[in-house]
């Protein structure tokens, strides 16, 4: 059965720190690459970063440059984004996504990915 679930959301203060995990199962998950999108509300959805299927390769929202780290643990079927320094235009629903044969041309638009988690609330309020 094939799941996409995000995980380590919650209510930060601005500064603070938060890690959220996507774990996935049922697909070759080390043959994907993984991307964090986020949407606020009223708003469209936006990626925040990608990892390629092996991690050799990242890239990140010019919003987000510099603050936060992806990474992925295939042998643990897991994707992280590490995010520091969260201001409240950080708040939203962010959510996980794969795509198998990613165009980093494109990877922020959320039409190329495959497979979807259900999202986890960041809230980053004081």
């Known amino acids: 059965q094939l799941q996409v679930v995000e995980s380590g959301g919650g209510l930060v203060q601005p500064g603070g720190s938060l890690r959220l995990s996507c774990a996935a199962s049922g697909f070759a998950f080390s043959a994907y690459a993984i991307a964090w999108f986020r949407q606020a509300p009223g708003k469209e959805r936006e990626g925040v970063s990608c990892?390629?299927?092996?991690?050799?390769?990242?890239t990140y929202a010019d919003s987000v440059k510099g603050r936060f780290t992806i990474s992925r643990d295939n042998a643990k079927n897991t994707v992280y984004l590490q995010m520091n320094s969260l201001k409240p235009e950080d708040t939203g629903v962010y959510y996980c996504?794969?795509?198998?044969?990613?165009?980093?041309?494109?990877?922020?638009?959320?039409?190329?990915?495959?497979?979807w988690g259900q999202g986890t609330q960041v809230t980053v309020s004081s």
């Open positions: 990892i390629s299927s092996s991690g050799a390769t990242t």
């Open positions: 996504a794969a795509v198998r044969g990613i165009v980093w041309g494109s990877w922020s638009s959320s039409a190329k990915y495959d497979y």
